[in-house]
């Protein structure tokens, strides 16, 4: 980047050089809350996928996989802690993806907050017939997590991943440990049945894969602090691949355990097991006593602290992006603290927002149910958000790699456009689903999760083109800039 671009050395004001590699890993491997997926995002995926719920996590993951590709290549020419949106944005002259990207990353922003705010309510208002016997009680605790969402990270990028590190290591020990005990455990129990998808249940397992993916979405936030990680060139990259393997480690292994945990110490069908206020507990209870319970509990309960930590370090740092190039948010989002060198602002303002969300939904249809509503939108969005995504890596390549030869004809546009044909095949079958359920069986929450991915892909599809459109239109100037920041280059 040079001067006449109008970004010279003070434009860079996050800072630099403050976290390595391990932090990075745990920004991303704590965004995905494997514990926290475990006691409540499991349950969407049971509730559609039964059985096979080990091999729709398996499907999501692999499918993430292919998604990691994209701001794995993207991180190799670009640290900007816009990530997917300013990938998006510099991926072609007229900038035109970039609002879209960013719009439709920030329905996922609204909604996927629900796992944190309604996430740690719902299960501690479970957790105990005591304290789900005290009306709105979970209101405190969502009012509660917020907070700490917000002074950690607010803190600064040092402190709130050191934190995350820390616990996510303990946390996948105590996944990883007590997933391998129960398997064993189960003994005759162990069946290849998890991993197939039985005749009549494809539409149901795919729609189970939404909650999967969900379950792992945030695997590529690291890319958010690549203006604060030391040589964000090669040090993203690895930490992409590491934080991917390690959520997959803590997720496949865990969902098998549960599933076949579940049908062999009596506690019923796996239909129950989706019904059942935290079923995760329940199993580890079975097979490693009240040590396991506490255990799983106490990481559930920092998952749930740890996830809204990184959450609020990724969405504040894209905002902080966007604002910094006018797109969308006004620049006083693009504030730093001056001290910690946070977008206090930024934060402030997705928090407050979230919160209100949340807490109107989860009264109307309670904490447990407009969680998961609200994660089928986040679902639909981050989807959307990749497709979006790849598109623009496979843009970049054929405008700006091609001319030096480092342009690759699988890394660039086989494997991103099968991703997104994979995310779209996703879609496909939870507008099915959702509507056949409804026709079936007009309930209020068979209605609430169709409507829910009616407005998402109406927010993307429809809301999105009009708001690039208008930038191109009225602010062609903002969007050839938008997204061009590189912190190294700056430097």
């Known amino acids: 980047m040079t001067e006449k671009d109008g970004l010279t050395k003070s434009a860079h004001t996050l800072k630099k050089g403050e976290v390595g590699i391990l932090q990075g890993v745990f920004q991303s491997f704590s965004f995905v809350g494997p514990a926290a997926d475990v006691a409540i995002l499991l349950l969407g995926t049971v509730y559609f996928a039964g059985v ?211 049908g062999n110490v009596g506690l019923g069908g796996i239909g129950n097991y989706a019904n059942a206020p935290d079923p995760g507990l329940l199993v580890f209870q079975r097979y490693l006593g009240p040590i396991g319970f506490i255990l799983l509990a106490i990481f559930t309960i920092n998952s749930y602290f740890s996830y809204g930590v990184a959450k609020t370090n990724a969405v504040s740092r894209i905002w902080f992006s966007a604002a910094r190039d006018g797109v969308i948010f006004p620049k006083w989002i693009a504030k730093l603290h001056p001290k910690f060198k946070t977008p206090g602002n930024a934060m402030s303002l997705w928090l407050g927002i979230s919160f209100i969300l949340d807490i109107i939904l989860g009264i109307f249809y309670g904490p447990v149910y407009a969680a998961l509503i609200l994660l089928t939108m986040a679902g639909i969005y981050i989807i959307c958000v990749h497709v979006i995504a790849n598109t623009a890596l496979t843009l970049f390549s054929f405008s700006e790699l091609k001319k030096s030869g480092q342009s690759s004809v699988l890394l660039h546009f086989v494997a991103p456009t099968l991703a997104s044909v994979l995310g779209l095949v996703v879609i496909f079958f939870s507008v099915q689903l959702t509507y056949s359920s409804y026709v079936g069986d007009p309930s209020g929450i068979n209605l609430a999760f169709m409507a829910a991915v009616l407005i998402s892909i109406v927010w993307v599809v429809v809301l999105g083109p009009i708001i690039a459109l208008y930038y191109k239109k009225r602010k062609p100037e903002i969007l050839k800039k938008a997204g061009v920041y590189d912190s190294e280059l700056a430097e």
């Open 52 to 262: 096979s719920t080990p091999i729709a996590i398996i499907i999501a993951w692999l499918i993430y996989g292919l998604w990691m590709i994209t701001p794995y290549e993207f991180s190799k020419y670009k640290s900007n802690a816009g990530s997917y949106y300013a990938y998006s944005a510099s991926s072609t002259k007229d900038g035109m993806l970039g609002p879209l990207a960013l719009f439709s990353w920030m329905g996922e922003n609204f909604s996927g907050q629900s796992f944190g705010i309604l996430g740690l309510a719902a299960f501690l208002f479970a957790i105990s017939t005591t304290i789900s016997g005290i009306p709105y009680i979970w209101v405190l605790f969502a009012i509660v997590i917020a907070v700490y969402m917000f002074i950690v990270p607010y803190l600064g990028i040092k402190i709130s991943l050191n934190y995350v590190a820390i616990t996510g290591i303990l946390e996948l020990v105590v996944l990883v440990v007590g997933a391998a005990i129960i398997i064993i455990m189960a003994g005759p129990a162990n069946s290849i049945t998890p991993f197939t998808i039985p005749a009549g249940t494809i539409s149901a397992v795919f729609f189970g894969i939404v909650f999967s993916i969900v379950d792992f979405t945030g695997l590529g936030t690291v890319t958010t602090v690549s203006e604060e990680i030391r040589n964000p060139r090669k040090q993203i990259k690895k930490a992409l691949v590491i934080s991917w393997l390690l959520a997959g480690l803590a997720l496949i292994p865990a969902s098998y355990a549960l599933v076949i945990g579940w």
